[in-house]
């Protein structure tokens, strides 16, 4: 048995250079995540990964009061857009890392996150097909959760090529507004999913509602 206690959560964040425009409100709005996510019920540990045409391991599989604070310092808009790349690299590691572990040990919730505000334009390793491939088996063989939060593009239609559901996409505004609200949103919804596994109860997938896109795509906010 897996420790029903226990979630692991991975976030994949593009730092292209696009994301200049929202560098401050993403580094507030993950600070926000992580400090939220100290005070869930049960234990969590997380995964930062950056991406741009380069890939950056910012923390792997810290317990939240170890996980680092980003700055304008670690966090550094540049370059293009290897999405799929970053995706698969991640995945592989998680996987791994999971593998190896004694399964009283595992995580009874994995949830894996990815937030980009461009479209993929600078990947060598993988494509859609691999990473639709990689994302059906861990969500159907190992109950992994899978969120996509994305600008600039019809997140719910990227998401759908990489095999990951409707309900676990949002489109979010180019705008501090916008990265803000979905990291709120992203935040809401573990604490729920972290109350579900110390409770015992089935681990259902995430979904957000018609208020989480609303308020991701409200620029006035």
């Excluded at 926000?32 to 741009?52: C, E």
């Excluded at 995706?87 to 791994?96: D, S």
């Excluded at 919730?109 to 097909?129: C, I, M, P, Q, R």
């Amino acid at each position: 048995m897996t420790r029903a206690d226990l979630t692991d959560i991975t976030l994949v964040l593009d730092r292209s250079g696009s994301m200049e425009s929202v560098k401050a409100a993403t580094i507030e709005a993950f600070n926000g995540f992580l400090n939220s996510q100290r005070k869930g019920v049960g234990s969590a540990r997380m995964t930062l990964v950056q991406f741009d045409n380069e890939y950056e391991v910012v923390f792997a599989a810290q317990p939240l009061d170890q996980a680092t604070e980003l700055n304008n310092q670690t966090f550094q808009p540049r370059g293009a857009t290897a999405l799929l790349d970053a995706m698969g690299r991640t995945m592989i590691a998680t996987g791994k890392r999971l593998s190896d572990m004694p399964e009283a040990e595992r995580p009874g919730t994995v949830l894996f996150v990815t937030l980009t505000d461009g479209e993929e334009n600078a990947s060598h390793e993988f494509d859609l097909t691999k990473i639709n491939a990689m994302i059906s088996e861990q969500r159907d063989k190992y109950a992994w959760q899978f969120v996509f939060l994305a600008a600039n593009q019809d997140a719910i239609a990227t998401a759908a090529k990489m095999g990951i559901g409707a309900a676990q996409s949002l489109t979010m505004s180019a705008t501090p507004a916008g990265v803000q609200s979905s990291l709120a949103a992203l935040d809401r919804h573990t604490h729920a999913a972290r109350a579900r596994g110390v409770a015992g109860a089935a681990c259902a997938p995430m979904a957000f509602d018609d208020s989480d896109r609303r308020a991701a795509q409200d620029d006035t906010q």
